[in-house]
């Protein structure tokens, strides 16, 4: 029920966006950022760049907000418009998709599990970097920005059944390697 509350209030912040007020547009960039920023930073492994990505991201989102119109779709919207800037920064400098990022690597790991050791959960971020870009996006959208499989399929402009395809393959992959490092 709490889900959909929120749901109802972005909502709502997104027809006033769109009636002009700045405060509600300020509300939207602000409950996206971080989420938007460390997405973005996955991708392109730089944080000035992925600073830079992110600002376009709010300049197209401002300059389109008018023509979203399911408002419940804001966040999975907004995440297929930073896809789309940081796949295109990527094409036009002809880098491959970053293989780790920092703040992966400097994110904070909570006690481990008794199943796993220390290590073996430091380097999950690691491991999810040798994934495939396209299995690295869904369980980046997925599990890491909590976007449902709609969402995620929204986001990427596939299919979902395309986004259980490779969240499988990418699960399996990463099942692999977790048995290879026990």
Known sequence: MAEYDELDREALRVL???????????????GIQNSLFRYIFSLVSEQQLAEDILQEVFIRIYR???????PRAFKA???Q?????????????????????????????????????RELVESIPTMVAQLSPASRAVITLYYLNEL?????A????????????????????LRK???NRR
């Open 154 to 173: 929204a986001v990427l402009g596939v299919p979902v059944g395309t986004v259980k395809s490779r969240l499988s393959y990418g699960l399996n992959t």
């Open 16 to 30: 006033q966006a769109q009636s002009g007020s700045r405060e509600a547009l300020d509300e939207l960039f602000q």
């Open 64 to 70: 389109k907000l008018k023509w979203l119109r399911e």
């Open 177 to 179: 390697q977790l048995e």
């Open 81 to 117: 418009i930073a896809t789309r800037e940081a796949f295109r920064y990527l094409k036009r400098q002809k880098r491959p998709l970053a293989e780790i990022s920092e703040w992966e690597n400097s994110a904070a790991i909570e006690a481990p599990t008794a199943e796993f050791s």
């Open 77 to 79: 919207w907004s995440y």
């Open 148 to 152: 449902s499989l709609v969402e995620t």
